[in-house]
């Protein structure tokens, strides 16, 4: 089954993406202690917590050294899919909203708002007071629209859409800049110019494999493919590079 082999590809994604040399845990932001994994995932890292979201609930886990434990959890609703820590906040992608919650306090989530749209199965990433958000139709979620929304959180009491584009088969997603990149899986991913947010402009489109998620920093982005994990330098300019691949035996497997 093709989620069966990307539960595989997911675990080695974030290995590769959380581990540095020296076998420490990475961060997005080491001042902050962020850990990043794609947009496709269950949980985040925020400091000495992790943060997971199950079918309902965000579980809340103490991950300092020599400890893991599970500290409290807070009930959302149904059909939480995906989490993304980004400073004080939680933003949770479900099948019918994007959710908002304040971790001021870090073992109490507390809710802030739930941005509703088309139920669809819905990604977010976050960077500065934007979300980006993407819904695919036609799977277990809905048969609605497949759509890349761009929303205003500057006041997360009040989310505002700035745009909305159609796409094809939208999965995970990245942003670094005024990059966006945006998995269609078996159309493969897209790489987008979003300097201008009400017109983007697409830079870049491989097409050769099932693209699933990917996570874009410093230059580099690592895609989860069907057939394997994918690296690649990318720039505005330069469009997309390959660097490496690491393949998936799919026969095997």
């Not at 886990?61 to 899919?81: H, M, R, S, W």
């Not at 906040?89 to 959710?99: E, F, I, K, Q, W």
């Not at 088969?169 to 899986?185: K, N, Y």
Request: hydrophobic content about 35%; aromatic content about 12%.
């Amino acid at each position: 089954m093709r989620y069966d082999r990307l539960t595989l590809y997911i675990g080695l994604f974030v290995l590769l993406l959380g581990c540095e040399s020296d076998g420490t845990f990475s961060s997005a932001d080491s001042s902050s202690g962020t850990g990043q994994g794609g947009s496709m995932t269950r949980f985040a890292i925020q400091g000495n917590r992790m943060y997971v979201a199950d079918q309902s609930s965000i579980k809340v886990f103490d991950i300092t050294e020599d400890n893991f434990a599970q500290l409290t959890e807070t009930k959302v609703g149904f059909g939480l899919e995906t989490i993304f820590a980004k400073g004080e906040y939680l933003y949770l992608g479900s099948n019918d909203a994007m959710y908002i919650y304040s971790i001021s306090n870090p073992d109490q989530p507390a809710f802030i708002f739930r941005y509703a749209h088309i139920v669809s199965c819905d990604p977010v990433v976050v960077q500065g007071d934007r979300a980006y958000v993407t819904m695919r139709g036609g799977t277990q979620c809905n048969s609605g629209d497949n759509a890349l929304e761009i929303i205003d959180i500057k006041d997360p009491y009040n989310p505002q859409l700035i745009a909305n584009y159609r796409m094809a088969s939208p999965h995970g997603l990245a942003v670094d800049g005024q990059i966006l990149f945006i998995c269609e899986g078996e159309y493969g991913v897209r790489m987008f110019d979003i300097a201008n947010e009400r017109n983007i402009r697409e830079i870049e489109h491989i097409e050769e494999y099932f693209a699933y998620d990917i996570i874009a920093r410093s230059g580099v982005a690592t895609v989860t493919g069907e057939d394997g994990i994918f690296q690649y330098t990318y720039g505005a300019q330069t469009g997309m590079d390959l660097l490496s691949k690491i393949p998936v035996d799919r026969e095997a497997l």
